[in-house]
């Protein structure tokens, strides 16, 4: 910024449509789903500026549609990792001696293309390849990437103006330099935004990044990698290899020019990788940066003084959207046995009207779940609560693999807070429901606050000002996002910063300048303009 201090355009959330019956959005989205449908592509690996493929291909076929391809991508190796972690090397000098308006104006255009003309590509995408409808695409691999992407400048800029002060004859200067490396990027299936931000924004302050997508994720991660070639990302700044979590996590934990990992997946995956980091630290040019945000068993706690409806469909929504597998998503409720009936009554209204299909039919409200492991596992869960006597299932509880991974939205009600499924993250559609006295709200406080190791996300319902206040403080701990009458899902870039802390990660916000702020290494710059010229100090002189 040698020629002016640059103000980024105005700041603004992308609205979110409607894709009501006849809305023009409605229309591109399903001629984009049909067009996607109707041919098979194959997905390299992007590394410098090389379209590599291996020749191992891999299919991409939808989870509602299993026996349906959509195409192929190309599986690596660990000599695949190496030539990402040199080319972004290469590539290193000249991205980190751009100006940062001139990055800025890169991730500022990506951002027009996620909600012009790409929208319907990438949301058409994201619903084929991971299996979301129409609404769950749209906050998604639209809106929330285009905020990422957009709000991340505005961070920068913000970070970049944080200056100290100067005393009479002295400038001082903070410099908010690239990491001095190479930053890992590990993205999950379930949102398309989130494998664009976690390597957009530690390439967006200047760093070269080697990105690895979940495996049900490249179809639409192809399109991320599109959009940012369009955009005039150069070549090596961003490098996705699709290769097996082991393999690169051995190799970037080992390498030298490792500077941080960017990551959003399982605690127990996490765990390995902060292991691995740890075990070699003494190998790294530098302490590694990690951040994380892996699961969370995230409450709905109810006191007797909530309104029942509200508290209704924000179980509905929080459990059931994209079949429960939001890292956010609601998955232990906590009821007072004197509203227990009518929301009871009333959830079940809502599960029984719920139609479960392929997102080809917008009519479908449920989907199917990512793959054959995850149905596995929830069927696993959900026959265990057939047979266990402190468990009933009252909604849902079957399920069908024939011809996508279907689980029914499923409640589980227990006599046991400390159930099964009330502790361990299931990442389904499956909602455990525990019904307490109402006299015993406190009490039930501290057993939600001890009953899981995670604290992602948490929702309170109550009318009663003096409880809101209790509760906030009780809990404060429980959740990195906490809310108040409202679901514990949805979180909005620049709105509700999002992460957790305890098993949930290193809550390092992101949708915040906290985020942003991990990928630079502060330089600070004192120039004296009038430096001493005589050791001694007046103190000294005689009296």
Partial sequence: MSKGFYKAPALYNEPTLSYAPGTPERKLLKEAIADLRSRQIEVPM???????????????????????????????????????????????PKWQALTWDQRAAIFLKAADLVSGPYRAKLNAASMLGQSKNANQAEID???????????????????????????????????WRPLEGVVYAITPFNFTSIAANLPAAPALMGNVVVWKPAGTQVYSANVLMEIFHEAGMPDGVINMIMVDGPVGGKIM????????VHFTGSSEVFNKVWKAIGENVALHNTFPKIVGETGGKDFVMVHPSANIKPVVTALTRSAFEYQGQKCSAASRAYIPRSLWPEIKSLMLDDIRSFRMGGVEDFRNFINAVIDENAFDKLAGFIDRAKKDPDAEIIAGGGYDKSVGYFIEPTVILTKNPKYVTMCEELFGPVLTVYVYEDDQYEETLDILDKTSPYALTGSIFAQDRYIIDMTAKKLVNAAG????NDKPT?????????GGARASGTNDKSGSYLNLIRWVSPRTIKENFNPPVDYRYPFMDEE
Avoid at 159 to 171: C, T
Avoid at 481 to 484: A, G, V
Avoid at 490 to 498: D, E, S
């Fill in 490 to 498: 949805g979180a909005v870039v620049g709105q509700q910063p999002f």
């Fill in 46 to 92: 992007f590394i410098g500026g090389e379209k590599v493929r291996t020749g191992e291909l891999i299919p991409m076929n939808p989870p509602h549609d299993h026996r349906h391809v959509l195409g192929y991508y190309h599986k690596g190796t660990g000599e695949h990792v190496m030539q990402a972690i040199d080319a972004a090397l290469a590539t290193r």
């Fill in 481 to 484: 996002n906490f809310y108040i």
């Fill in 253 to 260: 934990a080992t390498h030298p020019e490792f500077v941080g």
């Fill in 141 to 175: 691999a639209a809106c929330e990437t285009a905020d990422f992407l957009r709000f991340n400048v505005h961070y920068m800029m913000g970070i970049y103006q944080d200056q100290p002060v100067s005393s009479h004859g002295v400038w001082n200067k903070m410099e």
